[in-house]
């Protein structure tokens, strides 16, 4: 049998025939040393009904897709959260009309007797104290039926020394100095509120920087002063703003003045017979303008005499109350930044720079030669810790109490602390020689006593707050509840709302 | 078995011998409660005795005759002198039933209220073990205590002494409770002192008769505690006896947090006003000022997470 292929060219050998295989097997790959046969067994199919792997610390549970509601309402207009915060309500329909509630007049200012009750504030000056924000949101008069504070000790004092101030006696013409603290909710701001009511009421003229903050925290604008004195920086917007609430709270006395004395500054734009009031509101209409009329009203209402050609008009000036909160803020470096990128210290604003300086009571030139108060209060809630002033305070202190400042009772800086000298030069001691300048007083403020938390724990009893019984057990609880009688914190006290079992 | 093993065999005629050289010591000493105390000693006793140390001399000596009439007067056998011999706590029985007899006899004599028994301070139960020596349990000897309690409030005006001496047996020696502290006072000035601890907080209260003036750690009250309820909490004991106008508070406070100090004075102003006025603890104690609170913060375990709390269990 011939084989069938030619042993002599084997490499012509013909192909093999393929293994008749289904396609899939000869896919199969088999590793090329591997004697073993290969198995020609079709990979594990995954089942299709398999239960999924068991999840562990997880929810097991289906998870439902939440549709995210569809937002229909608008939020507020520009502007409308900021105006709801700053609401002040001053009446409460609510609440009872209270019998027989005087309200702050000349005469009852000084009447001792009135001593821990309600003085209500006359409705037409309202207008008036809301111009020169004498209101702060969170004070709570919302829950009245209409504004009144009590009249502590603190408040006769005020009262007698504004009536004697503006009547004729020894006291005429005196200016007085004070920096109000106090623990918080001692009642600061709303003594200022009573001493500018009070002023109110005896036709003087009130200046008032509600918020001491507001010139430091870089919220209005800036620019230096001048040419000649670069460092020096005012804030027109923020003088605008004081001159129109100056105009409108003192619109009565303004324009009743006329000016008096001459302006080069203001050049043409004032005119001879002028009334203070168009005299400030120059400055609201031209901000660029408000610090030199700023200057020019408070040079008009320090006169004492009138300037050459002036005479026909001229009429005697009123006292000046100048308030101020928050104090402490005025102390420290502002947020303001120079040309050099460091920041401006407070006292280079020459706005801030001018209220400050009538701290200090004038060698030569009277602060105020027509008489006035000047009121500044520090904060205990808002008030950024200023060690120069803390010291300053001190030393203020204890001055008032007879401490030599050459003797070692007296409080010095600590050294290692770096208080601000410039603080501390605003509040040190100098003692006018003028017969009429006060020197700087600290008035601190406290807890009321027990008869005024008395009467004003009945306030809230028969303005229908208070169900409860008002007697002197009660009062005295309450009392030292709140710290020794702080007002805010007896206010507290007072409007919660208690249910009786 | 002893009796098994040879040597178990001596041992055992040794331990007859020296019994019947015991026995009339053993007579003597136990059946001592026995009326009759017997001198008579048989002569074969005697002989033994001398001859002590030789068995081989040992030799059967007959018994004498049993007397039935003496029996009742001179028993055969030892009897132990309690009763409870067998009752494995003799000595802790014999007590109970003595005190039980006294209750019995004195049970007519007019009794006195618990609070003005005189305090006593009776043997703890581990005390009265060693004294005892023997395992009392636990409920019997609360089951004793109650008659000593019982027995302790007979009027003492008209105890009679028997009962006295008995209760005497069972306090503890030093007379714990007859140590006591001088009764706090008001000082030269005018203050009373009060300590108090809450929590993690410990106060001291200064109280002077005053106006109503709190100061704690120089501050007034409000600022300390800005939660009323915590205020209300500090002057408490002056509130609910209506005292809060009558005096002064100055009060040192330190550790542990707002509440836990606010507490902490509650306490030690309590204890001021007792001194001041000793007749209001009733009423303090109504008020729930004057109970401590002894619980503190229980300690963090090695395991667990908290003090209690245990890691979250995880698989693997």
Same mark, same amino acid.
């Given at each position: 049998m011939?084989?069938?292929f030619c042993?002599?060219?084997?490499t012509?050998?013909?192909?093999?025939?393929?293994?008749?295989?289904?396609?899939?097997?000869?896919?199969?790959r088999v590793a090329?040393f591997?004697?073993?046969?290969?198995?020609?067994?079709s990979?594990v199919?995954?089942?299709?009904?398999d239960?999924?792997?068991a999840?562990?610390?997880?929810a097991?549970?289906?998870?439902?897709?939440?549709?995210?509601?569809?937002?229909?309402?608008?939020?507020?207009?520009v502007?409308?959260?900021?105006a709801?915060?700053?609401r002040?309500?001053?009446?409460n329909?609510n609440?009872l009309?209270?019998?027989?509630?005087?309200?702050?007049?000349?005469?009852?200012m000084v009447?001792?007797?009135?001593r821990?009750s309600i003085?209500g504030?006359?409705?037409?000056?309202l207008?008036?104290?809301?111009?020169v924000q004498?209101?702060?949101?969170?004070?709570?008069w919302s829950i009245?039926?209409?504004?009144?504070?009590?009249v502590?000790r603190?408040?006769?004092e005020?009262?007698r020394?504004i009536?004697?101030?503006s009547?004729?006696?020894?006291n005429?013409?005196?200016?007085?100095?004070k920096?109000?603290?106090?623990v918080?909710?001692?009642?600061?701001?709303?003594?200022?509120?009573?001493?500018?009511?009070?002023?109110?009421?005896?036709?003087?003229v009130?200046i008032?920087?509600?918020e001491?903050?507001?010139?430091?925290?870089?919220n209005t604008?800036?620019?230096?002063?001048?040419?000649e004195?670069?460092?020096?920086?005012?804030?027109?917007?923020?003088?605008a703003?004081?001159?129109?609430?100056?105009?409108?709270?003192?619109?009565?006395?303004l324009?009743s003045?006329s000016?008096s004395q001459?302006?080069?500054?203001?050049?043409?734009?004032?005119?001879?017979?002028?009334t203070l009031?168009a005299?400030a509101?120059?400055?609201?209409?031209?901000?660029?303008a408000a610090?030199?009329?700023?200057?020019?009203?408070?040079?008009?209402?320090?006169?004492?005499a009138?300037?050459p050609?002036?005479?026909?008009?001229?009429?005697p000036r009123?006292?000046?109350?100048?308030t101020m909160?928050?104090?402490?803020?005025?102390?420290?470096?502002?947020?303001?930044?120079s040309?050099?990128?460091t920041?401006?210290?407070?006292?280079?604003?020459?706005?801030v720079?001018h209220?400050l300086?009538?701290?200090?009571?004038?060698?030569?030139?009277?602060?105020?030669?027509?008489?006035?108060?000047?009121?500044?209060?520090t904060?205990?809630s808002?008030?950024?810790?200023?060690?120069?002033?803390t010291?300053?305070?001190?030393?203020l202190?204890?001055r008032?109490?007879?401490v030599?400042?050459s003797?070692?009772?007296?409080?010095?800086p600590?050294?290692?602390?770096n208080a601000?000298?410039?603080?501390?030069?605003?509040f040190d001691a100098?003692?006018?020689?003028?017969?009429?300048e006060g020197?700087?007083?600290?008035?601190?403020?406290?807890?009321?006593?027990?008869?005024?938390a008395?009467?004003f724990?009945e306030?809230f009893?028969?303005?229908?707050?208070?169900r409860?019984?008002?007697t002197?057990?009660w009062?005295?609880e309450?009392w030292?509840?709140?710290?020794?009688?702080?007002?805010g914190?007896?206010?507290?006290?007072?409007?919660?709302?208690?249910?009786?079992? | 078995?002893?009796?098994?093993?040879? &040597?178990?065999?001596?041992?055992?005629?040794?331990s007859?011998r020296r019994?019947a050289?015991?026995r009339?010591?053993?007579?003597?000493?136990?059946i001592?409660?026995?009326p $009759?105390?017997?001198?008579?000693t048989?002569t074969?006793?005697?002989?033994?005795?001398?001859?002590?140390?030789?068995?081989?001399?040992?030799?059967?000596?007959?018994?004498?005759?049993?007397?039935?009439a003496?029996?009742?007067?001179?028993?055969?056998?030892?009897?132990?002198?309690s009763?409870?011999?067998?009752?494995?706590?003799?000595?802790?029985?014999?007590?109970?039933?003595?005190?039980e007899?006294?209750l019995?006899?004195?049970?007519?004599l007019?009794?006195?209220s618990?609070?003005?028994?005189?305090?006593?301070?009776?043997f703890k139960l581990?005390q009265f073990?060693?004294?005892?020596?023997?395992p009392v349990?636990?409920k019997?000897?609360k089951?004793?205590?109650?008659?000593?309690q019982?027995?302790?409030? $007979?009027d003492?005006?008209?105890?009679?002494?028997?009962?006295?001496?008995a209760?005497?047996?069972?306090?503890?020696?030093? &007379?714990?409770?007859g140590?006591?502290?001088a009764?706090?006072?008001?000082?030269?000035k005018?203050?009373a002192r009060?300590k108090?601890?809450?929590?993690?907080?410990?106060?001291?209260v200064?109280?002077?008769?005053?106006e109503?003036?709190?100061?704690v750690?120089?501050?007034?009250?409000?600022?300390?505690?800005?939660?009323l309820?915590d205020?209300?909490?500090a002057?408490w004991?002056l509130?609910?006896?209506?005292?809060l106008?009558k005096?002064?508070?100055w009060?040192?406070?330190?550790?542990?947090?707002?509440t836990?100090?606010?507490?902490a $004075?509650?306490?030690?102003v309590?204890?001021?006003l007792?001194?001041?006025?000793?007749?209001?603890?009733?009423?303090l104690?109504?008020?729930?000022?004057?109970?401590v609170?002894?619980?503190?913060?229980?300690r963090?375990?090695?395991?667990h997470?908290?003090s209690r709390?245990m890691?979250?269990?995880?698989?693997r």
């Amino acid at each position: 049998m011939v084989s069938s292929f030619c042993w002599s060219c084997l490499t012509r050998l013909p192909p093999a025939p393929r293994a008749i295989l289904p396609p899939t097997l000869t896919a199969q790959r088999v590793a090329a040393f591997h004697t073993s046969t290969a198995l020609f067994s079709s990979p594990v199919k995954k089942k299709k009904g398999d239960a999924p792997v068991a999840k562990f610390r997880q929810a097991k549970s289906a998870k439902m897709k939440k549709k995210k509601p569809v937002e229909r309402t608008r939020p507020p207009a520009v502007g409308e959260r900021k105006a709801l915060k700053k609401r002040i309500v001053l009446s409460n329909p609510n609440a009872l009309e209270i019998e027989g509630m005087q309200d702050l007049s000349a005469e009852n200012m000084v009447d001792a007797r009135l001593r821990g009750s309600i003085l209500g504030l006359p409705v037409p000056m309202l207008d008036q104290l809301r111009a020169v924000q004498a209101f702060k949101p969170k004070q709570g008069w919302s829950i009245f039926r209409r504004p009144g504070t009590v009249v502590r000790r603190e408040t006769l004092e005020l009262g007698r020394l504004i009536d004697g101030i503006s009547s004729e006696g020894e006291n005429k013409g005196k200016v007085v100095r004070k920096i109000v603290t106090g623990v918080k909710g001692s009642g600061k701001t709303v003594h200022l509120l009573q001493a500018m009511s009070m002023a109110f009421t005896k036709n003087w003229v009130v200046i008032t920087v509600p918020e001491a903050q507001d010139l430091v925290i870089a919220n209005t604008a800036y620019a230096p002063l001048s040419d000649e004195n670069p460092n020096v920086y005012v804030q027109n917007d923020a003088t605008a703003a004081l001159l129109s609430r100056t105009v409108t709270a003192n619109q009565k006395v303004l324009s009743s003045l006329s000016v008096s004395q001459a302006h080069p500054a203001l050049k043409s734009a004032v005119k001879p017979g002028m009334t203070l009031e168009a005299l400030a509101k120059l400055g609201i209409q031209d901000p660029a303008a408000a610090w030199n009329v700023f200057q020019a009203l408070w040079t008009e209402l320090t006169a004492t005499a009138p300037a050459p050609g002036f005479e026909k008009t001229f009429k005697p000036r009123p006292p000046v109350l100048v308030t101020m909160d928050n104090l402490a803020h005025w102390m420290k470096e502002s947020k303001y930044n120079s040309i050099n990128c460091t920041p401006i210290h407070a006292h280079d604003l020459v706005f801030v720079r001018h209220f400050l300086s009538l701290l200090k009571p004038n060698a030569n030139k009277p602060t105020l030669p027509n008489g006035g108060l000047i009121l500044y209060a520090t904060s205990a809630s808002n008030s950024p810790a200023v060690y120069g002033l803390t010291v300053a305070l001190k030393q203020l202190a204890a001055r008032q109490a007879g401490v030599n400042p050459s003797s070692p009772e007296y409080p010095q800086p600590d050294p290692y602390l770096n208080a601000d000298k410039r603080v501390l030069a605003v509040f040190d001691a100098s003692k006018s020689t003028a017969p009429k300048e006060g020197a700087l007083e600290l008035q601190t403020l406290s807890g009321i006593t027990r008869e005024e938390a008395r009467g004003f724990m009945e306030y809230f009893a028969r303005s229908g707050l208070l169900r409860e019984t008002v007697t002197d057990a009660w009062v005295g609880e309450k009392w030292t509840l709140a710290g020794g009688g702080v007002i805010g914190e007896l206010e507290k006290l007072g409007r919660r709302l208690r249910v009786i079992a | 078995m002893a009796w098994q093993s040879p &040597n178990g065999l001596v041992h055992a005629m040794h331990s007859i011998r020296r019994a019947a050289q015991l026995r009339p010591f053993l007579q003597r000493s136990v059946i001592s409660a026995s009326p $009759i105390s017997s001198p008579f000693t048989p002569t074969g006793l005697r002989q033994r005795m001398s001859a002590r140390g030789f068995t081989t001399e040992l030799q059967p000596v007959a018994a004498p005759e049993v007397d039935l009439a003496e029996f009742p007067v001179k028993p055969a056998r030892i009897i132990p002198v309690s009763a409870a011999y067998f009752s494995g706590s003799p000595k802790f029985i014999d007590h109970l039933l003595r005190l039980e007899a006294l209750l019995a006899k004195y049970a007519s004599l007019p009794t006195v209220s618990p609070s003005d028994a005189p305090r006593m301070a009776w043997f703890k139960l581990l005390q009265f073990r060693d004294v005892v020596g023997e395992p009392v349990p636990t409920k019997k000897y609360k089951a004793l205590l109650k008659l000593l309690q019982r027995l302790n409030r $007979i009027d003492p005006t008209v105890a009679p002494e028997e009962v006295r001496s008995a209760l005497g047996l069972f306090l503890r020696p030093g &007379n714990p409770f007859g140590v006591k502290p001088a009764p706090a006072t008001v000082d030269d000035k005018g203050r009373a002192r009060g300590k108090g601890k809450r929590k993690a907080s410990s106060a001291v209260v200064h109280l002077v008769e005053g106006e109503g003036e709190v100061l704690v750690n120089g501050k007034t009250l409000n600022e300390v505690f800005p939660r009323l309820h915590d205020r209300e909490s500090a002057v408490w004991a002056l509130r609910c006896t209506s005292r809060l106008d009558k005096y002064n508070v100055w009060a040192t406070v330190q550790g542990g947090g707002v509440t836990g100090q606010a507490e902490a $004075i509650t306490l030690a102003v309590a204890r001021a006003l007792l001194v001041h006025e000793p007749a209001l603890k009733p009423i303090l104690r109504k008020a729930g000022v004057i109970t401590v609170d002894a619980r503190r913060v229980e300690r963090k375990k090695p395991g667990h997470v908290k003090s209690r709390k245990m890691p979250t269990w995880v698989k693997r």
